[in-house]
């Protein structure tokens, strides 16, 4: 008789905890960074703690669910959609507030938010017809730079203050969020073209 495989629960567990992160950063956001006054440091450290925090579990499922034999159709498509959540989820919150949206233009959300939505639809067609479409590198180098981009932008405004708009640190910060934009609208259509080679 043939063994049946154990799945264990930790890597989704990890990974929906990260989740969890979401609404905590909006609370937070609310709360005590959308007003005229500059928020305070703890909030920028705590922003910056709750989302690393959140990324760094990225890693860990993964490592979890290969250590303890559990990938799972589940957990190939909610790992990059939570991802997705999280990193969009700031990526809004910094467009939206007054002191970081010179930082993080909102057609550059607008853009990756279109492109993360198309390629879930995509992850999830190719799921049913039984097609590989794990992450690429392009596309794990893409969700890199906007962990990265966002990162250097909340840990600036931690370290600086409102002063870090008037620095050279704050294009730096800008056109990381640029390249991570173009990245990502690059990883997405090599999904799209590996996808309709693999229909072929």
């Not at 905890?17 to 007003?35: D, E």
């Not at 705590?46 to 490592?63: H, K, N």
């Not at 794990?140 to 906007?146: D, E, L, N, R, V």
Request: aromatic content about 12%; some cysteine.
């Amino acid at each position: 008789m043939d063994e049946v495989r154990t799945v264990s629960p930790w890597p989704n567990i990890v990974s929906m905890s990260r989740l969890g992160a979401v609404p905590f950063l909006i609370i937070i956001f609310v709360c005590w960074g959308n007003n005229d006054t500059f928020p305070e440091t703890w909030f920028w450290w705590t922003f910056l703690g709750i989302f690393g925090v959140g990324m760094a579990t990225d890693a860990l499922d993964g490592y979890l669910a290969r250590k303890l034999d559990s990938v799972t159709v589940f957990g190939r498509m909610m790992d990059p959609l939570i991802d997705k959540v999280l990193i969009q989820s700031t990526l809004i919150l910094l467009a939206v507030s007054s002191w970081t949206s010179s930082l993080v233009p909102f057609w550059a959300v607008i853009l990756i938010i279109c492109r993360e939505t198309l390629i879930t639809g995509l992850r999830g067609y190719a799921e049913v017809q039984q097609i590989d479409f794990s992450a690429s590198k392009l596309g794990k180098g893409k969700t890199m730079s906007q962990t990265i981009a966002i990162i250097m932008i909340l840990g600036g405004m931690a370290v600086h203050g409102p002063s870090m708009i008037d620095m050279f640190y704050s294009e730096i910060c800008y056109w990381a969020i640029i390249l991570a934009t173009t990245l990502t609208i690059i990883s997405g259509l090599d999904y799209a073209i590996k996808l309709r080679s693999a229909m072929n």
